[in-house]
């Protein structure tokens, strides 16, 4: 534990043992409260030290704003590491390369390195930028770079995931973007429902049996493309247990992620058919036309849909992959369909689940809701009375708790309830001219 001294000229000290080492840390002059805190603090340094943990919030804010001079008293007693000097760039460049990430995530990381360099530029020092200037850059994102707020949230995020390991590497004491809400990281202004309809229109505008099949993956047997689209083998395909086994990269890192099985579905048979029976002798992969990954699909795609006379949605392969989820999800339960489709149940409702049709839909509940409505009104009520005698049509008597009969009336105990035309109470006392019909009492 960490001890405040005060000599006899008025300089304030703390002294610690840390390792069996007496340490020491000068404060020089200052108020006996400022020094009291500050030696809470060094208890918390030690502590995390010996136990390898990280610092609370509140230390490692009071360490990054101390002065050069006090805090490298602080790293002299071996408390912290010296303070560096890295550059934002030559750390973003370091960081970025040593990441062991696919190339797609590469990229996206990449596009965040590019504008942290362009907004802070590359020579300023890590330990500079302060958290007023992480909320001035996500407004130059939304303002300047014109990004939607899904896209400045997902940046946001991957700026955060940079300066955590800068803290890390104990380049920074505090991550100054931590606390920066980013956003909603779903645009649901770029989801889309593909109808079987345009799905049609395409399929007759494409090429060739390859690019039928190409759709018909995405569409009907709901698989990624490119990265589970050109892994599909004709060996994955059990045409006689009308199964596929589905490779994918992307989730190859999840437990069970590497393989998955889905349905050989009715609407996509036909086009594995026609593609198989025109592949050449000895193909191996299903997708032989198109395997170069500098090829872009999407750009051939446009092509095609224009031709068809189709108006090109957003995201058209992520769209026409969430499509075929939203329609399992109407007929099968969601924990299936997110094991065919390959993702979770919190994903598959943020990013896929699509409204196929919202007025039909509506109009189908609110049927529902009419029909009801039209049965209670229509059913017949009968009044159901454990104890209850009737001697004839208009007049009913109830027994007592004392064994004795008393009339009710034709309005029962309790009056009238306004909201309701045909009941009364829980007491189910009716009059026969408001039912509309002969009151039959139980005999």
């Not at 159901?384 to 004392?402: A, G, L």
Request: net charge positive.
């Amino acid at each position: 534990m960490a001890s405040l001294f005060t000599q006899s000229n008025g300089t304030r000290r703390i002294q610690f043992l840390l390792n069996g080492q007496r340490k020491g840390i000068r404060l020089g002059s200052m108020p006996l409260r400022m020094a009291e805190s500050m030696s809470r603090h060094v208890d918390a340094l030690i502590q995390s030290r010996l136990s390898s943990m990280a610092l609370e919030a509140d230390t490692a804010s009071w360490l990054g704003k101390l002065d050069d001079t006090l805090y490298g008293r602080i790293a002299a007693a071996g408390l912290v590491a010296p303070r560096s000097s890295a550059s934002l760039g030559a750390f973003l460049d370091k960081a970025l390369a040593g990441m062991a990430v696919k190339p797609e995530t590469a990229t996206f990381y990449g596009h965040t390195v590019r504008c942290l360099k362009e907004y802070f530029t590359p020579e300023k020092p890590l330990r500079d930028i302060t958290p007023a200037d992480a909320d001035a850059y996500k407004s130059w994102l939304i303002s300047h770079e014109k990004l939607s707020m899904a896209t400045t949230a997902r940046r946001i995020v991957a700026a955060r995931t940079f300066f955590r390991m800068a803290m890390r590497w104990e380049l920074i004491d505090r991550n100054v973007f931590d606390g920066i809400k980013g956003g909603v990281q779903c645009n649901e202004k770029r989801k889309f429902f593909v109808s079987m309809d345009v799905v049609a229109k395409i399929l007759d505008a494409c090429p060739d049996a390859q690019w039928r099949c190409i759709i018909a993956l995405s569409r009907f047997g709901g698989i990624r493309v490119p990265s589970e689209l050109l892994p599909l083998r004709w060996a994955d395909i059990n045409w006689a247990e009308n199964s596929i086994v589905i490779h994918s990269p992307k989730t190859e890192h999840h437990e069970g992620g590497a393989t998955r099985t889905i349905p050989l579905f009715a609407e996509l048979r036909p086009y594995l058919l026609e593609a198989f029976e025109a592949a050449p002798e000895g193909s191996e992969y299903v997708i032989t036309a198109y395997r170069d990954t500098t090829q872009n699909l999407r750009t051939q795609f446009n092509r095609i849909a224009r031709r068809a006379g189709v108006a090109m949605w957003p995201k058209p392969f992520h769209n026409m992959r969430a499509s075929r989820e939203s329609e399992l999800m109407r007929e099968y339960d969601l924990a299936t369909v997110c094991k065919w489709i390959g993702n979770s149940p919190a994903i598959a409702a943020k990013h896929y689940a699509t409204s196929i049709d919202l007025n039909a839909d509506f109009k189908r509940a609110s049927g529902a809701v009419q029909k009801a409505v039209q049965y209670l009104h229509e059913m017949p009520c009968v009044a159901v009375k454990p104890e209850t005698e009737t001697c004839d049509n208009s007049r009913v008597f109830t027994t007592m708790h004392n064994g004795t009969h008393e009339d009710m009336g034709l309005n029962g105990f309790e009056p009238l309830t306004s909201s309701l035309s045909v009941t009364r109470s829980n007491q189910l006392s009716y009059k026969p001219e408001q039912l509309g019909r002969s009151f039959r009492g139980r005999q």
